[in-house]
């Protein structure tokens, strides 16, 4: 992992301060890379500014994202098609008060292993990425019930393997939980842009890593392995 970091800071270091200050920009609220997770949390009163229908499969009219991810999720459904794959919008936008119900729901009834499973996950209000428009969960024909399955289906295995050629990823991995605070969803992608989804496929690292080292290049700290963890 650290390799892999060092790698990356390297790669941004070497870019232009304007590019840089593009970067850093996108992780404002607002921008594509902005982070949102059980440290960083969102507002009761936060709705993006741009939110629209998707126009494909499985999207209703209470399926939202913001405008630009959902032009490009639109492509990647179209792409999917095209190699064989029927994919499926099951759940974009949430509100805060949305996911303070599923929330409550999930988390509140069952045996205490239950409930630790639920809170791994079930985000809380306020730290769910589904609040910034930018996610969208993931099913398959006739089936669109969210569980590991996606993950090892045909389906799956092409969504993660060319999500980010339409600027997704792939939020939450297995081996991530202890940064993301997340278990496994194979089903679920984050809009991040062609760019970065680029950088973080290749490099398979968490988004909470990515932005750090963005950081770390655009204010041009010093690089150290306690800031790597």
């Known amino acids: 992992m650290i390799v892999k970091l060092l790698s990356l800071l390297a790669a941004l270091m070497s870019l232009s301060q304007t590019a840089l200050d593009a970067y850093a920009a996108q992780t404002n609220l607002g921008g594509s890379l902005y982070l949102v997770n059980r440290s960083y949390t969102l507002s009761e009163d936060y709705v993006p500014p741009d939110l629209v229908q998707p126009l494909c499969a499985g999207a209703e009219s209470g399926t939202l994202m913001r405008k630009e991810a959902a032009a490009s999720l639109e492509e990647l459904f179209a792409s999917a098609k ?37 809170r791994l996950l079930v985000a809380p209000p306020g730290a769910s990425e589904h609040q910034l428009g930018l996610a969208m969960d993931l099913g398959r024909k006739g089936k669109t019930n969210l ?80 800031s790597l963890r």
Request: no cysteine; aromatic share 12%.
């Open 82 to 118: 095209e190699a064989g794959y029927t994919l499926v919008a099951v759940s974009g936008y949430r509100s805060w008060g949305t996911q303070r119900t599923i929330h409550s729901r999930r988390t509140g009834s069952g045996d205490k292993k239950e409930k630790e499973r639920a």
């Open 147 to 226: 569980n590991a399955a996606f993950g090892s289906s045909e389906e799956g295995a092409w969504v993660r393997d060319h999500a980010h050629e339409f600027g997704f990823i792939i939020r939450y991995k297995a081996d991530w939980s202890d940064i993301t605070g997340y278990a496994d969803e194979p089903w679920h992608i984050r809009y991040v842009g062609r760019d970065h989804a680029g950088r973080i496929h290749e490099l398979d690292i968490p988004l909470e890593h990515y932005i750090e080292q963005l950081r770390l290049a655009h204010f041009g700290e010093y690089i150290t392995e306690d």
